[in-house]
């Protein structure tokens, strides 16, 4: 899941994107605050799934292919609410 500021996004210079990762196990739920679980069917996801916002991380762009889906403001939220508590930001 994509999570860097869309002005990094668009700029084609900038190669790194910020991303935190998903997984389908269901053991990664365990995880605390910052496992934040995405329901099936949301943004397109095929399978219920958690955000590891412990696991935040930076890609090369020519990593990714297709966009499956963009998530509401809802589920961002706790995905803000997800990375603020794994990088102390509160």
Known sequence: MIVSHDGFNRVDA????IVVPLSTSPKQRRRGPTAIVVAKGTAGLRQDSI????????????????????????????????????????
């Open 51 to 90: 955000a590891l916002c412990h696991q935040v991380t930076t890609i090369d762009r020519s990593k990714l292919t297709d966009q499956i889906g963009e998530l509401p403001a809802t589920s961002m939220r706790r995905v803000g609410e997800g990375l603020r508590a794994a990088l102390a930001l509160e």
């Open 14 to 17: 900038w190669r790194s994107i």
